[in-house]
């Protein structure tokens, strides 16, 4: 239904373990760009480490033969940053994820589709100051960043930690 634009604003809360990272950051962009790859992700996280993970994944499995036998229209071009190049990739069809903290720099492109996963560090969470900067990212930052904000869709996947988090 968010691919489809139906839902565009979506909560999934799990708890850790149960590969919600690997469905919301990496299966499901990567299984959008099979149906529409001009859609353009902004996806996020508190942690770095945790939004480039799941960048390099897509990617993986992008450039994959087994994907590439199926959708071989979706191809990221090679460049001599190919190998490297996480934080933004994108497709011969001007497709694209951009990767970044929510206290990162979201400045330069826009999108049509946010995926947020996990984003208050558990540490932080009972953090009045942690929770207010990601609620105001949510609410203020974010909403800038889409192309058209009449089918913008925005996914956010995470564990309860607080009553004011931001599911």
């Known amino acids: 239904a968010v ?4 839902i565009r604003d979506l909560a999934i809360n799990l708890p850790p373990g149960l590969s919600k990272s690997r469905v919301a950051s990496v299966l499901f962009p990567s299984w959008v760009w099979a149906l529409d790859p001009e859609r353009r992700f902004l996806c996020a996280s508190y942690s770095g480490d945790v939004v480039l993970r799941d960048a ?24 001599e940053t190919a190998s490297t190049a996480a934080a933004l990739f994108e497709n011969t069809r001007k497709g694209f994820r951009k990767s970044e903290t929510v206290r990162g720099q979201w400045t ?22 942690e929770i207010d900067t990601v609620l105001e990212w949510w609410n203020g930052t974010m909403p800038t960043r889409f192309r058209d904000h009449s089918k913008s869709t925005r996914a956010c996947v995470m564990q309860r930690l607080h009553v004011r988090d931001l599911s």
Do not use: F
Request: with cysteine.
């Open 3 to 6: 691919a489809r634009r139906e």
């Open 56 to 79: 390099r994944k897509m990617r993986t499995l992008v450039e994959g033969n087994w994907y590439r036998e199926r959708w071989p229209g979706v191809r990221i071009p090679r460049d």
């Open 108 to 129: 330069g492109e826009h999108g049509d589709d946010c995926i947020v996963d996990d984003p208050l560090d558990p540490m932080g969470a009972t953090s009045t100051v």
